[in-house]
């Protein structure tokens, strides 16, 4: 049995906007769920849906050049992995911290 192709990858979105926690919206309508992790020094991680991450994360994200997003509140965050798993388009972002301009 052959395997089904997965639609081609296109480019990563050049906005995203929040619709509700933990769900943004590209400007093609195309859903984006949001998983924020944080490792900490104790390895605590939180997953979706978290509210102490899912409340700090941006209203809104912007392509911005050299695999980035700039965030309404200027920080930037490097697109650490764009890529399909199954028929799922995923993008991976990671806070960079305020020096990395």
Sequence with gaps: MEAEASPPLGSPPCCLWF???GIYEDENGRTWVTVALR???SHRAWG???????????PKWELYPGRRYQA??????????????????????KRLSSGSR
């Design 39 to 41: 490792i900490s020094p």
């Design 72 to 93: 309404t509140d200027l920080r930037l965050w490097e697109i650490v992995d764009h890529g399909q798993i199954n028929s799922m388009e995923q993008l991976i972002l």
């Design 19 to 21: 619709r509700r926690p």
């Design 48 to 58: 979706r849906g978290s509210p102490p991450l899912a409340a700090r994360l941006p």
